[in-house]
């Protein structure tokens, strides 16, 4: 088992009901335990709610917590993988003064490579909207932030695994 | 959303009838079998305490004096009965109120249902008057919580508090009702839960780890048991006793695992832990197996972690997944109810009987009992001691009390020293050490146990934490006898800072109030003892009583409890003096 620290990401399926994230977070907030992001969700079956936590730890100690978040009544199952386990993604997006779209050539040429999509544009601003890996958003912020950005927000992480999680069938043993 | 799940996992009922919130949550009550619940009336919960007054034929209700105390009173009869015991407030303060009683039935795994009154459900988060947010607060102390602000959800709910309290590893539930909720009719009927689809309180016994398990049980030349309250919150008792026996293994006791098998048992070896006997503690490090039943590795129990139990394996039977390798890695996890495991391991041990290494915990005791033991149930000189007052509490009661006891040196001197005959008798704050249990707690064990005779022991510091609950058991006639070992200090935490702060007594010296007095106060026969001499008789008029009855003692004020493992240090460097 790893005993270095690496990014986790979890992922809890639980009932959909009040206070549960309330909760879940408490969990890592007892330990001292820094969320890096957080997602919470519908997922892919009816009344099921998915969290996806990211969080840097060692693996001793996510399943520990990955324990204690199961322990919770309306938690149905909890998951934890490293990167190469998952497909993830991020996104963000950002408001940029109107002005800068049609002055500076620079600015299309940096939508354009980073595969990034304009949403809205009007007379005081417009707005661009990102996908992807951390580090990918991380460039278009430094690449943009030379013209000046007026706001910029980002999503937690979401993911899928690679490998099958199988809720659906767990369900069904539970309902029977 | 909340009502959804549990449709979905049980008929109802067709038989249904138009009444409100508030009788509903009162029927609730009724069809779960609760006959007593423990608390106290306000604004946000008066339209329930109406119909308890219609229901008063059907439940009893105990008006305790703090809410606090209403909780403990629930504690102490859950702990003696293994029912549910149930509290119930107003909103704000009443709810906050409850919060220690609900935070200590979580740690120690106490089954308990608490209900709150909340204002109306239009109000909410309006910072109305008497509004808290309830269940963000209990929310990590309970096992789960709840709002409810239908009056159609009341019933569902309620099924699922019972359910969850009591399964699998039991503990606190809070349901907060708003009053619109009380007063609003619907049609009534009561479905008892059964199960919630997210929820697997009791994971089945793996048979293969049971099997490699007694593998290794077998093949041990010095094993050793540690036992926790597991043992008792899944009446493996017998069980229990059954493997300890066939398989000759020592056994030692968590604080809350006291009295599980008597405490006469020849393999019972005594209490490991802070303040437990010097023999467990010490062979904890040289033991080849420890097998852990139902405890969960407390740090008041294993000391250093790094130094604890290093050469042994461990083999763990617990029910609750999150315990394990949480604080004790181990070679065996057996994961289920301790009845059903201890069922399918005891065909499968070798009967044995350790007799030479068992006879290393009895040369260890016989040195414990020189050093320690001896001066503290038979001293001779000095004044009394605390440890003589429960020995002539053991001598007078036949072994067959139950004792409840609060938080301090009286409570390790207690629980090291009580002849358990019975399960179920060492009714204690374990998890938490919360001051001020015992004498509300023993109110409850002594209403669910009528039959048995309750020792609360107290001392003067954490008496007079709760001890406003002198007024509910005069109201109720509960016939407790309640011992207060006085002297005069903050004991426990005078004895750190003379062993470890060198003897700064900052804080911890007590000017008492006349006890007897306040007892009298309350109507209650009360006596006080200063004098070796007086000290059995005193305790003899005390077990004849047949009401309630107050005795103080007045003990040695600077004595101290040993063996005594300093906080951190490893267990085998157990002091004993
Ligand atoms: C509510 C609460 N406050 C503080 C403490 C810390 N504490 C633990 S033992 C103790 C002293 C108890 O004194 P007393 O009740 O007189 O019992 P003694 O130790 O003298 O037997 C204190 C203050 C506690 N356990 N609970």
């Known amino acids: 088992m790893s005993t270095e620290k690496q990014l986790y990401t979890i992922s809890v399926y639980t009932e959909n009901n009040i206070g549960l994230l309330n909760r879940i977070s408490a969990i890592f907030q007892r330990r001292h335990i820094n969320i890096e992001s957080l997602n919470t969700s519908p997922s892919e079956i009816e009344g099921v709610s998915r969290f996806t936590i990211v969080i840097n730890m060692t693996e001793e100690n996510i399943k520990k917590i990955i324990g204690q978040v199961e322990k919770q009544v309306e938690v149905i199952k909890a998951y934890y993988h490293n990167d190469n386990e998952i497909i993830y993604q991020e996104s963000c997006i950002f408001k940029m003064r109107s002005d800068l779209l049609f002055d500076e050539r620079e600015i299309q040429n940096i939508i354009k490579e980073s595969n990034a999509r304009i949403v809205t544009v009007n007379k005081e601003f417009f707005v661009i909207e990102k996908s992807g890996k951390k580090e990918e958003i991380e460039l278009l912020y430094r690449e943009l932030s030379n013209f000046g950005i007026m706001q910029f927000t980002r999503s937690g992480r979401i993911s899928v695994t690679k490998e099958e999680m199988k809720i659906s069938t767990m369900l069904e043993t539970y309902n029977n | 959303m909340e009502t959804q799940t549990i449709k979905k996992t049980q008929k109802t009922t067709n038989v249904t009838e138009r009444i409100s919130g508030s009788e509903a949550i009162v029927r609730c009550l009724i069809a779960e079998d609760v006959k007593i619940i423990y608390g ?59 919060i220690t009683g609900i935070a200590d039935a979580q740690i120690d795994s106490t089954p308990m249902v608490c209900i709150t009154g909340q204002v109306a459900s239009h109000l909410l988060g309006s910072d109305a008057f008497q509004e808290t947010d309830i269940v963000g607060i209990s929310t990590p102390v309970t096992k789960w919580n709840c709002q409810v602000t239908k009056a159609s959800d009341i019933p569902a709910v309620i099924a699922k508090a019972f359910y969850i309290a009591r399964s699998g590893r ?120 420890l097998i852990a039943i139902g405890m969960r590795f407390d740090d008041r129990v294993t000391g250093d972690l790094n130094k604890y139990a290093k050469q042994a394996k461990v083999i763990h039977f617990e029910i609750d997944p999150s315990e394990i390798d949480k604080n004790v890695k181990t070679a065996i996890a057996v994961l289920g109810d301790a009845k059903a495991s201890l069922d399918l391991l005891l065909p499968l041990l070798d009967e044995n009987t350790h007799s030479e290494w068992h006879q290393r915990f009895k040369d260890l005791y016989a040195i414990e009992y020189e050093k320690v033991i001896k001066d503290d149930i038979h001293p001779t000189k000095g004044g009394l001691t605390m440890g003589e007052v429960v020995n002539e509490i053991n001598i007078q009661s036949k072994g067959e009390a139950a004792i409840v006891t609060d938080v301090g040196q009286h409570q390790m ?44 022991i107290s001392g003067d510091g954490g008496y007079q934490m709760t001890i406003q609950e002198l007024g509910t058991v005069f109201q109720q006639k509960a016939a407790v006898k309640i011992v207060v070992l006085n002297n005069e200090f903050l004991g426990m935490v005078r004895q750190w800072q003379q062993l470890f702060f060198d003897k700064r007594y900052a804080s911890t010296e007590m000017v008492n109030p006349n006890f007897v007095a306040i007892a009298e106060g309350y109507y209650i026969k009360a006596k006080k003892v200063t004098k070796r001499e007086e000290l059995a008789a005193a305790v003899a008029e005390m077990m004849a009583s047949k009401e309630a009855y107050f005795l103080e003692v007045c003990v040695e004020k600077e004595n101290n409890v040993f063996p005594m493992i300093p906080s951190g240090a490893s267990v085998s460097d157990v002091r004993l003096e």
Request: proline letters at 6%.
């Open chain 2, 40 to 98: 106290y009336p306000g604004g946000a919960i008066m339209p329930v305490y109406d119909e308890l007054y219609k229901y008063q034929d059907k439940i009893h209700h105990v008006l305790s004096r703090h809410e606090q105390g209403a909780t403990h009173s629930a504690q102490g009869f859950a702990r003696i009965s293994g029912k549910v015991g149930v509290a119930i407030a107003t909103s704000g303060p009443g709810a906050t109120n409850l």
């Open chain 2, 170 to 289: 039991p503990g606190p539930v809070l349901v907060d009702i708003t009053k619109d909720a009380q007063f609003e009719e619907f049609d009534f009927s009561y479905e008892k839960c059964t199960k919630v689809r997210s929820y697997n309180p009791v994971p089945k016994t793996d048979v293969k780890s049971v099997e490699a398990a007694a593998k290794i049980i077998n093949a041990a030349k010095k094993p050793m048991i540690v036992w926790g309250q597991g043992v008792i919150l899944s009446e493996a008792e017998e069980a229990f006793k059954a493997v300890v026996e066939k398989a000759g293994i020592p056994a030692a006791w968590t604080i809350l695992g006291a009295s599980a098998i008597p405490t006469s048992h020849p393999l019972n070896v005594g209490m490991v832990g802070m303040h437990g006997n010097y023999a467990p503690n010490i062979l904890t490090n040289e033991c080849d197996v």
């Open chain 2, 413 to 456: 001197i207690a629980c090291r020293y009580a002849q358990f005959n019975k399960t179920k008798s060492n009714i204690t704050s374990g998890g938490l050490g919360t001051m001020g249990f015992g004498l509300p707690a023993a109110i409850g064990a002594k209403m669910a146990a009528p039959e048995r005779e309750v020792v609360s």
